[in-house]
């Protein structure tokens, strides 16, 4: 099968010398979700962006591919981007803030998708609005179309913001933690309703989580970031099964659980910070914090194969 | 530490230019006591009223009805700087709790200006030491909040609430985009801080493991009210209302294969400006009986914990 999206090298740069990105690549395919875990600051939003075309001034992005469909991103026009945008391509924001305009009510917001990509009236595109919401969860739409974002509680605004990525029938859909301000019934029926699309439309999911119960319900494939790179790629079977890259495992340690990670005790968490990483650093960003590291770690990383599908950037795995 | 006696808060919520108005009882009749060093773990659904009962706690919006006493008063008659040294809010949404124009050291050092007693250079130390503590290294402090990642700018955030010590935190979702291990370092922070300091925390939160880590009790808020409120491990063992088996349930586990859950609440959700009659929850009940359509249920004790439901009589 053909990726939706296929990014290779994907590299980004801040002015202030901040290296976010350093060298990824990924597919998603068809139908697949695809999660993207690893640590706060890591890089994900930033590559989420990137294939947006939506980072700011101050950041230089380079990649050997990047495609969706048979279609160049990194050769498009900045109004060609604005086009494809919010249509065939679309995303969920980490930050419903950041995305809702505070002046316009939802329903202008959610309205105005529709019409700039499908030309379609106000009324039409409220129609779909509303029916989206309802799809969500959402009850009384009516009332809800006609608030603006700080009458909405946290949640409410998150699922307005999925509803209107969902607008145009995107083809590929990257989700920045869709459901971190959802409880868990409401969660349960968005991810559904995402498997529901994938089944019905064949629609790619590209997402992003740091919860490790989404991504094993949800992933057919997981790329774990560490630093700017993917240090370990793996269907979602392998990965909670035999996890390779010492960071991988240090994560599915710190995750409570219920019943069995006594209170009134600290959590598991990996000690340390990342290093800063600048443009010309080399060898492993997890030696400092990793208990297995070896000198080996300062020099240049294999990337590495443990099993068919399952890649890792690690000296100690086998080669 | 913190008295609540039948709050309530209205919303008036507009459907239409020229429909009438519709009231959203957003906080509808809530009624606890917490103790000092105490942590309430607050769960319940989306919209269901988490956010503006802290809100309401924080003294940043006045109740409809109902009185709340922190620390035996009423926060309205403090002053900003009394008050901020007893209680600190972690917003919800990081973002559009942080000002834009300011770096990350100023908005941490910001609480300890406005008290006015501190030295600069000390300031400055206090800031950079929580930094650290929130496990943002110094090369952050510089920067504006756009530069910071979303679990970055939530820890900007929570060192802010910190940095004076005040005795009470509302934390709204404070570990919502963080990784596991991050969540972990700030849920072992606040924990330290409670040792050390005494510190009465609630807790708002959609995450149930972290809720039954960090909280002693938990009530599970539902369209307004408390539907269940008990100590951590009585909830989390021996859930009571269906609405709070239902979020048991919901919860994914890290398990791969295993399909997401439908626990047959349906998918038609309440509307906070129409509440159902008789009990609330029982359009969506899987276990509702006819009383539950017409007779209102009254918040039972039983065992040193409280359930609002017909069933549990
Ligand atoms: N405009 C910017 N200027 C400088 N550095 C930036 C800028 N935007 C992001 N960064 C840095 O790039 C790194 C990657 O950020 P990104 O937002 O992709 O992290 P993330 O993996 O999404 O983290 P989180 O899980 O906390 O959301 C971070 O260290 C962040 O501080
Ligand atoms: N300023 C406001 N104007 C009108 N309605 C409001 C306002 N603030 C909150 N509401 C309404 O009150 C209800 C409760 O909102 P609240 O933010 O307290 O929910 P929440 O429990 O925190 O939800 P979430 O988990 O989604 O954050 C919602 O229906 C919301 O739309
Ligand atoms: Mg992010
Ligand atoms: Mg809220």
Redesign the interface.
């Given at each position: 099968m053909k990726p939706v999206l296929e990014i290779a090298n994907l590299r980004v740069g801040?002015s202030?010398g901040t290296a976010a990105v350093r060298g990824i690549s990924l597919n998603v395919l068809p139908g697949e979700t695809h999660c993207l875990?690893?640590?706060?600051?890591c890089g994900?939003?930033v590559t989420a962006l990137s294939v947006m075309s939506l980072l700011?001034r101050g950041a230089k992005r380079s990649a050997e591919v990047m495609r969706f469909h048979d279609r160049d991103l990194t050769r498009m026009s900045d109004r060609e981007m604005a086009r494809l945008r919010g249509d065939k391509m679309a995303m969920i924001f980490?930050?419903?803030?950041?995305s809702l305009n505070p002046a316009y009510t939802v329903g202008s917001q959610m309205a105005e998708v529709l019409e700039r990509h499908r030309h379609v009236s106000r009324a039409q595109g409220l129609d779909r609005a509303a029916a989206l919401l309802g799809h969500v969860?959402?009850?009384?739409p009516?009332?809800r179309l006609?608030?603006y974002p700080h009458?909405?509680?946290?949640?409410?605004r998150?699922?307005v913001m999925i509803a209107m990525a969902l607008m145009c029938e995107p083809e590929l859909l990257i989700a920045?933690?869709p459901t971190?301000?959802?409880?868990?019934?409401?969660?349960?029926?968005i991810?559904?309703l995402l498997?529901g699309l994938q089944r019905q439309l064949g629609l790619a999911l590209l997402l992003i989580t740091?919860?490790?119960?989404?991504?094993?319900?949800?992933?057919q494939r997981v790329s774990v970031m560490y630093a700017g790179q993917i240090v370990e790629s793996a269907t979602?079977?392998a990965l909670?099964a035999a996890p390779a890259h010492p960071y991988t495992q240090?994560?599915?340690n710190?995750?409570?659980?219920?019943?069995k990670?006594p209170?009134d005790q600290?959590?598991?968490?990996?000690p340390g910070?990342v290093p800063?990483i600048g443009a010309g650093f080399i060898g492993c960003a997890f030696r400092d914090r990793c208990t297995h590291a070896t000198t080996a770690c300062s020099g240049d990383i294999p990337r590495r194969s443990v099993a068919q599908h399952h890649e890792t950037l690690c000296t100690m795995a086998p080669s | 530490m913190i008295e609540v006696r039948e709050a309530v808060r209205h919303f008036a919520g507009r459907t239409g230019l020229f429909s009438a108005d519709r009231v959203v009882r957003a906080v509808d009749g809530v009624s606890f006591n917490l103790e000092s060093g105490g942590v309430l773990g607050i769960v319940g659904e989306s919209g269901c009223g988490k956010s503006t009962l802290g809100r309401m706690i924080l003294g940043l919006l006045p109740p409809s009805a109902g009185k709340i006493l922190v620390d035996g008063q009423d926060l309205g008659v403090l002053d900003r700087r009394e008050r901020a040294r007893l209680i600190q809010p972690v917003f919800q949404d990081p973002f559009s709790s942080l000002n834009p124009r300011q770096r990350v050291r100023e908005i941490v050092g910001l609480p300890l200006a406005a008290q006015g007693a501190l030295p600069a250079a000390k300031q400055r130390e206090l800031a950079m030491d929580m930094l650290a503590r929130v496990g943002l290294p110094d090369a952050m402090a510089d920067r504006f909040p756009a530069q910071l990642s979303g679990g970055q700018r939530q820890r900007v955030a929570i060192a802010r609430a910190l940095v004076l010590r005040p005795r009470i935190v509302v934390c709204d979702e404070p570990t919502s985009a963080l990784d596991v291990s991050v969540q972990a370092q700030i849920l072992n922070l606040l924990a330290d801080l409670r040792k050390e300091l005494g510190l009465t925390y609630i807790f708002i939160s959609h995450n149930l493991a972290v809720v039954e880590h960090v909280a002693t009790e938990v009530a599970v808020m539902y369209l307004g009210r408390f539907v269940e409120h008990a100590t951590a491990d009585a909830l989390f063992a021996d859930p009571r209302h269906p609405y709070t088996r239902a979020l048991l349930a919901s919860v994914l586990t890290a398990e791969p294969g295993i399909p997401i859950p439908d626990v047959g609440l349906g998918d038609t959700y309440p509307d906070p400006a129409n509440i159902p009659s008789g009990c609330r929850f029982h359009p969506r009940c899987p276990m509702a009986i006819d009383r539950c359509r017409s007779e209102t249920p009254i918040p039972r004790s039983r065992d040193g914990r409280v359930t609002e439901c017909l069933l549990e009589a």
């Open positions: 801040f202030d875990v690893g640590e706060s600051g994900k939003s700011g980490q930050e419903p803030m950041t969860g959402i009850t009384a009516g009332m006609s608030q009458q909405l509680s946290g949640g409410l998150q699922r920045d933690e971190t301000a959802l409880d868990v019934t409401v969660q349960a029926q991810l559904r498997q740091h919860d490790l119960g989404i991504v094993a319900r949800m992933a979602a079977e909670f240090g994560l599915l710190c995750v409570p659980i219920p019943g990670t209170r600290p959590l598991g968490s990996i910070v800063r | -």
